[in-house]
């Protein structure tokens, strides 16, 4: 089984029903967290993840919507009996500001203990050495150093890949060619520094041939109402399967 459960799929302003875009990748090796909005122990137990069970967290970029529920997530798995190092991927200047936070709210005991794992924008991560998924990482554009993932079986042939916060970006574009499923992030309704439009979202899908795109970091108020999107992504040249991402949604890959 590999998926990816949304637990988040709002902008850096949350909707009712659209909490900090984050999510976590279930699939060979154990689940791995993409961030941490603000209440994710809970959102993993909604979404029938144990969230002692996680094998790590991967922190795309250190922007205050997609870090600032670590404290209470270490907190919580503490006080829950974890005992064993959590690893926290990440680009190095993401970890060095992560480390600053958790030292200030000094947890002490009180935190699960860390292994953190510095990663390099372009590095292939193994999730499972006897299935042999990958995790690809490349740079977005963002005014944060920040990872896009793309996560991928032994052949290449199965693969999902997420944008996280970005412009749209070449690298982006070519992480994602042929995936079965990207998740864009589309945060503005006009061009912005840093962030995506439905309608460029479509685009990058389009030209990265994907099968099926959905849509995070979104929000029917500040980016544009659901229905409008996804006639924007069609604007961009998008044929494929479209929607707006809904929180607990279970992206599966055959
Ligand atoms: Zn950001
Ligand atoms: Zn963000």
């Known amino acids: 089984m590999a998926r990816m459960i949304l637990l988040g ?34 959102r993993l137990l909604r979404a029938g993840v144990d969230p002692q069970a996680l094998r ?8 205050t919507d997609h870090i600032n529920g670590l404290p209470a997530l270490l907190f919580s798995m503490a006080l829950g009996g ?40 372009g590095e292939v991560i193994v999730l499972d050495r006897e299935t042999a998924w990958v995790m690809r990482t490349a740079l977005t554009d963002h005014p944060r150093p920040c990872l896009a993932l793309r996560f991928e079986d032994a052949a290449g042939s199965t693969a999902l890949t997420y944008s996280c916060d970005t412009a749209p970006s070449p690298e982006v574009r070519d992480l994602a060619r042929g995936s079965d499923i990207l998740i864009h992030e589309a945060t503005t309704p006009e061009p912005f520094n ?10 990058i899908a389009t030209q990265a041939d994907v099968a099926r795109l959905v849509l995070v970091h979104f929000s029917p108020r500040w980016t544009m109402p659901e229905e409008q999107a996804r006639a924007e992504v069609r604007a961009g040249g998008f044929t494929g399967q479209a929607e707006v991402g809904q929180e607990y949604q279970v992206l599966e890959l055959k």
């Open 56 to 63: 790590g967290v991967l922190l795309t970029h250190s922007h």
């Open 82 to 121: 974890r005992t064993e190092p959590l690893p926290i991927y990440g680009l190095e200047p993401t970890l060095t500001l992560v480390e600053g936070i958790l030292g200030a709210f000094q947890l002490g005991e009180y935190a699960t203990p860390i292994s953190w794992k510095p990663v390099q924008a």
């Open 9 to 42: 799929v709002g902008t850096a302003v949350p909707d009712v029903d659209r909490d900090h875009t984050h999510m976590v990748w279930d699939g060979p090796g154990g689940p791995l967290l993409i961030d941490t909005g603000g209440s994710t122990y809970q």
């Open 194 to 203: 840093g962030h995506t439009t439905p309608r460029q979202a479509g685009e």
